[in-house]
């Protein structure tokens, strides 16, 4: 079709070196990597460049805090971005003044320039994932970046399990939605291949998630990558990565399909937003 809007997308699902400086200059490389072979926007896993140390509750973890946008972390990859002429998407964990700490994505344009971000909203507390140890949940609502390649949102891991702010980034005019993560082989694999291509059919727009690779984080967690680009309709684009390696995934993106999905589908336009208020409630009536 004539119009069609093509934007190279990158994921990285990379395995833990063992310390925050390495890990940010491997990003850089397969940032250079993903540019060198056309890509115009990557995505980086959740918090990049260290361990998911949620698995025990410990303090020493504080230092890998920084602020957003004035922080090194963020700083550095401005730069990168304005070198690249690509659109960056740089989970971190960020410092907001004294002892108030998120699990934030700083999204930076092509020309380097520091668009926003978003604090993930829902945060888990259980075995394995003691998040609430580390992170507030996230005040900023569900905001779309308007980047050189398109309206992007983001969404991060535990986040992925709850439709509403899936379909807020819809409503917000999110055409492709990053959900970087860190998830260890068990239940949630299963989910792994359907809650995330569900939020792209209901929702109609691309997906790409990323999960983190290898053996790593304290109470050494298996993490099984298998990041992945899917399509409005819910299929994936290429290959998923793969479920041990680190791995690059470069794929291409037809953004003019957006569209076309959403005249033949209807989801926004048969919404019953007048029906829907009591899901805002803590309770609902079953009657």
């Given at each position: 079709m004539s119009d069609r809007r093509i934007v190279r997308a990158a994921l990285l699902q990379a395995t833990w070196t063992g310390d925050k400086d390495s890990m940010i200059d491997k990003h850089i490389r397969y940032s250079r990597e993903a540019a060198s072979q056309g890509a115009q926007?990557?995505?980086?896993?959740?918090?990049?460049?260290?361990?998911?140390?949620?698995?025990?509750?410990d303090t020493q973890f504080y230092h890998f805090t920084e602020p957003v946008p004035d922080g090194p972390t963020t700083q550095r990859f401005c730069a990168l971005a304005a070198e690249l002429n690509m659109v960056l998407v740089v989970p971190v964990y960020e410092r907001d003044g004294v002892g108030v700490y998120y699990n934030t994505a700083a999204v930076i344009d092509a020309d380097g320039s520091y668009l926003g971000k978003y604090r993930k909203t829902h945060?888990?507390?259980?075995?394995?994932?003691?998040?609430?140890?580390?992170?507030?949940?996230?005040?900023?609502?569900?905001?779309?970046f308007d980047t050189a390649v398109g309206k992007v949102g983001v969404y991060?891991?535990?986040?992925?399990?709850?439709?509403?702010?899936?379909?807020?980034?819809?409503?917000?005019?999110?055409?492709?939605?990053?959900?970087?993560?860190?998830?260890?082989?068990?239940?949630?694999?299963?989910?792994?291949?359907?809650?995330?291509?569900?939020?792209?059919?209901?929702?109609?727009?691309?997906?790409?998630?990323?999960n983190r690779v290898g053996i790593e984080?304290?109470?050494?967690?298996?993490?099984?990558?298998?990041?992945?680009?899917?399509?409005?309709?819910?299929?994936?684009?290429?290959?998923?990565g793969s479920a041990y390696d680190e791995e690059l995934i470069v794929r291409d993106l037809d953004l003019s399909m957006i569209q076309a999905v959403r005249d033949t589908w209807h989801f926004y336009f048969n919404r019953r937003p007048d029906q829907y208020g009591e899901l805002a409630q803590d309770t609902v009536s079953v009657s």
């Open positions: 926007i990557i995505c980086y896993q959740e918090l990049f460049y260290g361990p998911y140390f949620c698995q025990v509750q945060i888990p507390h259980l075995p394995g994932f003691w998040e609430k140890f580390y992170f507030r949940p996230g005040n900023l609502g569900y905001p779309v991060i891991c535990h986040d992925r399990h709850f439709p509403e702010g899936a379909r807020a980034l819809g409503l917000n005019g999110a055409e492709m939605v990053f959900i970087p993560s860190a998830t260890t082989r068990g239940l949630s694999q299963h989910l792994w291949r359907i809650e995330q291509t569900s939020h792209a059919i209901f929702n109609s727009y691309y997906v790409g998630t990323i984080g304290p109470d050494e967690g298996d993490f099984y990558g298998e990041s992945y680009f899917c399509d409005p309709r819910g299929e994936f684009v290429g290959e998923m």
